[in-house]
């Protein structure tokens, strides 16, 4: 993961990156309108499975290619003998396994079943799903889960005694669940996950009152830390998605009953946030989202009456370069002072290593200055600042 990160770090180096910001409609999610299907990306096409509509819970998927711009119908969970694994607030996503990327689908609720523990194999090669390890935990729905190092991460969400703050890992290759340090926030449902450079974050959702902190898992220390807080209003039901070095939250019920369509940008550098642009459309809870090749989708979920519109959103991950970055980092590689200069007023001053700690900040604006990087350790670290409120990131080797 910090590979990747580096790899498009290089690409903005002498780039200056403005956010595309901005939604456009896609083709109309296939099957009738409904809220609550679980969502996952896999081999550059989104996946969605199951979810309620007027009519009850369902257990159909469907595909959408974002080259053809167009839904298909897969084959349902469980397969042609899968009758009662209809369900939704599920929770999905993808492993690799036995050198494939494989889908994943686990817990959630049904007609008769309220509180669900079983755990599904999607193969995209054979198309076909096979029934894994039940999760661990007690059985539940409006669960959360993120990815890293190639094991999932459920947690949280409501089951027969009540609100849930437990965490368990699931190995594709041993085919085992794991206990790990429980969620450091308090007991809740309806929250968000979504992972950004090998961490898993989660945060809001509805613990009896509704909830906007966000909180990291390092899975190497088994530890939460507490990040920025979300800056909208406290909602539940909303959707989440990472976009490497940025995340995205939006929509969501909020305490006034608000269904709201508003979309806010999380940048793991800066461990801060701003508002991007509205979404389109009609608020909503329950809609799910994706994210392939530089672009994210978000559809579907319940406002009063299920909505089965689908809208792509080009924001900063899309990056778009628009000038020379007007930032000069010298020497690169660097022994002891690092020198930098720009044309324009750099503001928000900040240098984090590629695990993002900070290990410097500048309170005044400067057009030049010098650091002392001389007892760092080696490695490519990332120089953030804005200009112009536009944020703008660019690396530099510390060397012996």
Known sequence: MKNVFFAMMLCWICQDVKSQDYW??????KGSPKSGSAAVSLNQVGLIIGGLDDFGFKRKMYSYSPFQDDWDEEVSLGGASGDG?????????SLYHENIQKAYVCLGQTQTVAYMKDLWEFNPQTETWS????????????????????NAYVGTG????GLKKDFYAYDPESNAWTQVADFAGTARRDAVAFELNGYGFVGTGDDGILKNDIWMYDFQSDTWIDKAPFPGTARAGAVAWGALPLAYLGTGED????????LYEYNYFLNAWVQRANIPAPGRKNAFAFYIDGVSYVGGG????FLEDFWAYSGTAGLSVTEKIKVSLYPNPVQNQLRIQSEQTMENIAVYAMDGKQMAAESEAHQQFSMDVSTWSSGTYVFSCEINGTPTQKTFVKCE
Do not use: I
């Not at 694994?85 to 996503?93: G, I, K, M, N, T």
């Not at 409501?158 to 005694?161: A, D, I, N, W």
């Not at 305490?255 to 508003?262: A, H, K, M, Q």
């Not at 319940?302 to 009456?305: D, F, K, M, S």
């Open 24 to 29: 456009y409609p896609r083709d109309t999610v």
């Open 85 to 93: 694994l209809e369900r939704a607030s599920a929770c999905a996503f």
């Open 131 to 150: 029934q894994k390890a039940n999760y661990t935990g007690s059985a539940r729905r409006q669960a959360v889960c993120f990815t890293a190092a190639n």
């Open 158 to 161: 409501e089951g027969l005694t």
């Open 255 to 262: 305490l006034n009953g608000t269904f709201n369509n508003d």
């Open 302 to 305: 319940y406002n009063g009456v």
